[in-house]
Nanobody
Framework: QVQLVESGGGLVQAGGSLRLSCAAS????????MGWFRQAPGKEREFVAA?????????AYAESVKGRFTISRDNAKSTVSLQMNTLKPEDSAVYYC????????????????WGQGTQVTVSS
């Protein structure tokens, strides 16, 4: 069992930066693949970024955020972060972190545990 709590959301102007953090509690955090997803009003939740349990093994990003967002994890601190640069109004959404015990995936169905989400609003 893993509990996830996101923080770091807020209001930022277009072109600005935010850093989201997700703190995990429970056992064996280092064995979970971690992902970030987001959901804007009226839209389905979508994949943003993911990192394997062994961070050196790889990361994946949605095309819309590639080159602007960076996912990273600190297994010693049981945290995963999402550095978001050059933010755009279309990045506004509730951001969720998620953990998968099974596979490194862009599919939210593969994730077992979810945080409550943190709101990111980018003004134009």
């Amino acid at each position: 069992q893993v509990q996830l709590v996101e923080s770091g959301g807020g209001l930022v102007q277009a072109g600005g930066s935010l850093r989201l953090s997700c703190a995990a509690s429970g056992r064996s955090f280092s064995r979970y693949h971690m992902g970030w997803f987001r959901q804007a009003p009226g839209k389905e939740r979508e994949f943003v970024a993911a990192e394997t349990w062994w961070s050196a093994a790889g990361t994946a990003y949605a095309e819309s955020v590639k080159g602007r967002f960076t996912i990273s994890r600190d297994n010693a601190k049981s945290t995963v972060s999402l550095q978001m640069n050059t933010l755009k109004p279309e990045d506004s959404a509730v951001y969720y972190c998620a953990a998968s015990s099974r596979t490194f995936s862009r599919s939210q169905g593969e994730y077992d545990y979810w945080g409550q989400g943190t709101q990111v609003t980018v003004s134009s």
